[in-house]
């Protein structure tokens, strides 16, 4: 069964950097694009906001551009979101998915309802 796992979540005062991690098993890793989703209590699901894919390239949501950076180590199966000037609206839950055979540029067209497998999920709290 595959399987993502998020972690790294908790809560940082506005202004700082947190980094989430993805981790994937029983998947063959770089045939998939990885995005990063967030869902705050109430609100709709937003994503993708970022995605890397099975050759490293990354593609970003413009409202993201410059604080959330998205890396994967193929070596470690795993999937990284480093978030920097994090903000009391960047308070979600945050959700990696995986996505079969495309690019990240592809990739960005795709709702999330499309994606083919999802994490449990990570709590990310801002405080002001």
């Known amino acids: 069964e595959v399987q993502l796992v998020e972690s790294g979540g908790g809560l940082v005062k506005a202004g700082g950097s947190l980094t989430l991690s993805c981790a994937a098993s029983?998947?063959?890793?770089?045939?998939?694009?990885y995005g990063w989703f967030r869902q705050a209590p109430g609100k709709a699901r937003e994503g993708p906001l970022c995605?890397?894919?099975?050759?490293?390239?990354?593609s970003y949501a413009d409202s993201v551009k410059g604080r959330l950076f998205v890396s994967a180590d193929a070596a470690k199966n795993t999937v990284y979101l480093r978030m920097n000037n994090l903000e009391p609206q960047d308070t979600a839950v945050y959700y990696c998915a995986a996505l079969w055979a495309l690019t990240a540029s592809q990739a960005m067209g795709i709702p999330g309802n499309k994606w083919d497998y999802w994490g449990q999920g990570t709590q990310v709290t801002v405080s002001s």
């Open positions: 029983q998947i063959t890793f770089d045939a998939y694009a």
């Open positions: 995605i890397v894919d099975g050759g490293g390239r990354t």
